[in-house]
């Protein structure tokens, strides 16, 4: 384990990291689930809190294994072993979290208990990885004791939080905050950012628009939950206007989403702005907490349209209007901070693409069937597409030849 080379041509996600994946959709989908089940309640405050921070800490503990497979990863018996140590950890984490929603819905303490085994589990395994790289690679030995020690400092205050009795809720969610802080500087306490370790930029890339997909799912997931029981007859052949609304909706929305992602040529954004890896790697949570949101409103949207929810129509198309806003929101602003540049053109598709979600909860407000509002929110991240594939390309090859020419 002494350091995988950072140009290494080819480079592609193993079967090993793929399976390791495996085990976040379980968690991503569980997370998603509860929240749309707490939105129906009426319950929008708490469940935003708690999908929040369940998104958050699923985020964190993916990007701890991913930036060191790609800089450390070996594929050999022990680090499969330690690999699947984690994966353990990722499955107890997720047996945690319905406890921990309902503990957000009840309001009297936060219940992490189980979500935090599961991050020890994890971090075990984590630390006996960097242990390992420590050891065996001289190069990299201070980076490695560094995260060791860091790892056990965030780690013993997560043991805290979750095991001291009768703490109360004034007092956890701050220290949630500061502990989910601490998270985020890790990489610059240990190794200044993220240029302390060999990681592969089209590694990365790859890594993290896998997961990208992963979340992606909940909004299939989402369209299936939303429209399953619209389906009449005892055959389910008796398809309704709103059945077929969702399907073309929730499909539509997830593959322009996923059509938006993939625009945008990261890994070669990352060859020339290497230093701002760390923006990369956390910069994508508030875009993957978008996208896995989609997925949970399309979810109320159909719990709405079997009347199993307590919200009105325009709280429930905002329920996924305002995810699908961040994630666009997310994916403008990554493009714009990576490569240092602005674009009118962007303006003008993101003020577009606003102005669309925005119509759409007003036409529900107006009193618009919830199927069409559906269908206009679908159109959202359309903007972006047409726009692209019309002008945006060219915008953006201009981009990355700049870029080229200032490396």
Request: hydrophobic share 55%; glycine share 10%; net charge negative.
């Amino acid at each position: 384990m002494t350091g995988r080379d950072p140009e290494e041509h080819g480079r592609a996600a193993t079967p090993l990291e793929l399976l390791f994946d495996l085990t976040f959709v379980v968690a991503v989908g569980t997370a998603a689930s509860h929240f749309a089940e707490m939105l129906a309640e009426g319950h929008a405050g708490q469940a935003v809190t708690a999908f929040v921070m369940a998104m958050f800490a699923i985020s964190v503990a993916w990007i701890s294994f991913t930036w060191f497979a790609s800089a450390f990863g070996t594929d050999d018996w022990l680090d499969r072993v330690l690999t699947m140590v984690q994966m353990m950890g990722v499955v107890v984490f997720a047996l945690g979290l319905p406890a921990f929603f309902h503990s957000v819905d009840v309001g009297d303490h936060l219940e992490l208990r189980v979500m935090v085994i599961g991050y020890v589990v994890m971090r075990v395994a984590m630390i006996s990885q960097w242990w390992r790289a420590a050891q065996e690679s001289p190069t990299f030995r201070h980076v490695g004791r560094a995260n060791i020690r860091w790892t056990v400092i965030a780690q013993i205050g997560w043991t805290v939080l979750a095991f001291v009795p009768g703490l109360p809720l004034g007092v956890a969610f701050p220290a949630f905050l500061v502990l989910g802080a601490l998270e985020l500087l890790l990489p610059v306490l240990t190794q200044g950012e993220a240029g302390g370790t060999p990681w592969h930029p089209h590694h990365i890339a790859e890594r993290y628009s896998l997961f990208a997909i992963i979340t992606l799912g909940e909004g299939v997931v989402g369209t299936v939950a939303s429209s399953g029981d619209l389906l009449g007859g005892v055959d389910g052949m008796d398809w309704s206007i709103d059945a077929i609304a969702v399907v073309v909706a929730g499909v539509g929305l997830t593959f322009a989403m996923w059509w938006v992602y993939f625009a945008t040529p990261f890994g070669d954004i990352l060859i020339h702005r290497r230093k701002r890896g760390y923006l990369f790697g956390y910069g994508h949570i508030p875009l993957y907490i978008g996208i896995a949101g989609a997925g949970a409103g399309l979810h109320v949207a159909g719990l709405q349209l079997e009347h199993h929810s307590k919200l009105g129509e325009p709280a429930v198309v905002a329920s996924l209007a305002v995810p699908v806003g961040l994630y666009l929101l997310m994916v403008y602003l990554l493009h714009t901070l990576l490569l240092s540049a602005t674009d009118r053109l962007h303006l003008l598709l993101i003020s577009l693409t606003l102005a669309v979600l925005v119509a759409a909860v007003l036409l529900s407000a107006a009193g618009v069937a919830l199927s069409v509002c559906l269908l206009v929110v679908m159109l959202a991240p359309f903007v972006t597409v047409v726009g692209y594939e019309t002008v945006g390309h060219r915008h953006q090859r201009a981009m990355l030849a700049g870029l080229t020419a200032e490396g």
